[in-house]
């Protein structure tokens, strides 16, 4: 099958012009994304791979994982180490030594500077998810050295026009790459990922990284494409280059809870960590530099612009709050009823949806979800005797008498003119059902409104309806008519009363 790179008008480029794996990393690739492959199945696969299983057995016997005596052999070793981290290391393992097999002779100096990079990345990563708090250390790992292989996998489908870029300048625009390989370089891992099926999970971080999406939730995706966003950064620090894009990098950081000195400490080890990774990895590195100077050096430059740009979010943080504050407001506005306080008619059918749809889906399974509709009795007579001011206040009275009565979780509102409703998730069965109307029935009629020095006599019918089983949104407005119709036999009933039932 032929994996074809969207093209641009200029450059058009092929996987065929990528390595494919061999049939022995395919197979390991394929287990490592089996949830229920074991030790021996995966073991019996790497065991056909000498150098990876060296690479397991020399891990196995570092100071990271050695108990004291030496592993010699291949299962003791992926005893020691674990399924996952057998998985995350053969899995790095396969893809880097089939890109080092399939790199061809760009020059020394390109060839030790990409791998450079990409070995640096993939420490920074790691050891930023470290400084963040996350588990998947490892995963973080390969996630940058993935990110990292682009520019190698650039190399082999563009060895004459991408070697030159990378001759010119270690970290080319996305302009240049897109103008040479087709797409940028994210995109091409992603693509070439694919190919090699890789699990998904490295594929959805790499393109993420390059969002707004970085480090937007605690989910998976989410925290790693953070840490790989700022490893991209670090990587071109630390190897003394100006990375930009302060604000953005400040903010994933701060999303995160990375330490500002997290930077410092991974460039006092990283010359260390980068000499074990490659020789781990049997590749071949020119003069190791200094890391630390190389990161003091990209500082300097970025020191004003740093400053500015802070100072311009704070700026632009403080207006944003404040605009959400006056969108929340208007929100607020937009959902209450001016005279009583209470939600208006689009509170309630929010709320009304929201209760619905949790029975709908199961969030709320106990019980019934009630509705209760109280009208005011003879409140056309009531404005027609003392005027509407006189109405306006026996609505904000009751407005507020409703809003002391009712519950937790229970939401009131103003259904419109003289009726209210109330709204509760949950009720026991038809005598809480009940007992709940004539609680506000009872409390309503118990109101002391004096107008003018006259003390009125109010009074509601209520119909209340509760409903155990919903099949589809459709019954909102089935709900809604049982209601009505309940509050009309109360009225017909001789008003005060109130009328229930569970359907």
């Known amino acids: 099958m032929n994996f074809v790179i969207p093209p641009t008008a200029a450059q058009p480029i092929s996987l065929d012009q990528l390595p494919s794996l061999p049939a022995a990393a395919a197979t390991i690739i394929g287990l490592c994304d089996d949830p229920e492959v074991g030790l021996d199945e995966l073991g019996s696969a790497v065991s056909l791979d000498p150098a990876l299983s060296a690479r397991l057995l020399r891990l196995a016997n570092s100071a990271a994982y050695n108990r004291g005596q030496p592993i010699t052999a291949l299962d003791r070793a992926m005893m ?38 990409c070995l640096v990345e993939a420490v920074a990563c790691r050891e930023l998810a470290r400084a963040a708090g996350l588990r998947q250390t490892s995963e973080a790992f390969l996630v ?30 996305d302009e240049a790459v897109e103008s040479t390989l087709g797409m940028t370089l994210p995109e091409l891992v992603g693509v070439a990922l694919t190919a090699w099926e890789v699990p998904p999970l490295y594929r959805e971080v790499v393109a993420e990284a390059s969002t707004d999406r970085a480090a937007a939730s605690n989910a998976e995706v ?57 020789a781990s990895m049997d590749i071949r590195l020119g003069e190791t530099p200094d890391y630390v100077a190389l990161l003091t050096q990209a500082r300097s430059h970025m020191i004003e612009a740093s400053i500015a740009v802070a100072q311009e979010a704070m700026e632009r943080s403080a207006q944003l709050n404040s605009l959400q504050q006056q969108s929340d407001a208007f929100q607020r506005e937009a959902r ?17 949806s929201a209760a619905v749809a949790d029975r709908i889906s199961g969030a709320t399974l106990s019980g019934y979800l009630g509705l209760l509709i109280f009208d005011i009795d003879h409140f056309k007579r009531l404005n027609d005797t003392h005027g509407h001011r006189c109405g306006d206040q026996v609505l904000e009275e009751i407005g507020r008498s409703l809003a002391s009565l009712t519950r937790d979780r229970e939401t009131v509102c103003r259904y419109g003119g003289e009726e209210f409703a109330l709204i509760a998730p949950t009720v026991d069965d038809a005598t809480a059902l009940h007992a709940t ?67």
């Open 144 to 173: 940058g050295l993935f990110d990292g292989m682009g520019q190698l996998l650039g190399l082999i489908a563009r060895p004459e026009s991408f070697g030159s870029i990378l001759e010119s300048t270690p970290w080319p625009s």
């Open 80 to 117: 020691q180490l674990g399924l996952k981290m057998v998985k995350l290391t053969a899995l790095g393992f396969v893809v880097s030594s089939s890109l080092s097999d399939s790199i061809g002779d760009h020059g020394d100096e390109v060839v030790d500077g990409v791998w450079q990079r």
């Open 222 to 278: 989410d925290l790693l494409a953070g840490v790989l966003s700022l490893a991209r950064h670090a990587g071109r620090q630390l190897l003394g280059h100006s990375s930009g894009h302060a604000e953005q990098v400040a903010s994933v950081a701060a999303r995160l809870g990375v330490p500002g000195d997290a930077i410092d400490e991974i460039a006092e080890g990283l010359a260390a960590n980068v000499a074990q990774l490659a």
């Open 437 to 503: 109307a004539e609680r506000i029935r009872n409390a309503i009629e118990m109101l002391e409104i004096v107008y003018e020095g006259i003390r009125l006599e109010v009074t509601v019918s209520v119909g209340a309806v509760g409903v155990r089983e919903i099949a589809d949104d459709r019954a909102i407005e089935s709900i809604i008519e049982a209601a009505d119709r309940l509050l009309y036999q109360s009225k017909h009933a001789g008003r005060n009363r109130s009328r229930s039932e569970v359907i």
């Open 336 to 352: 209450t009823d001016k005279l009583t306080g209470l939600g208006n008619r689009a509170a309630f059918d929010e709320v009304l």
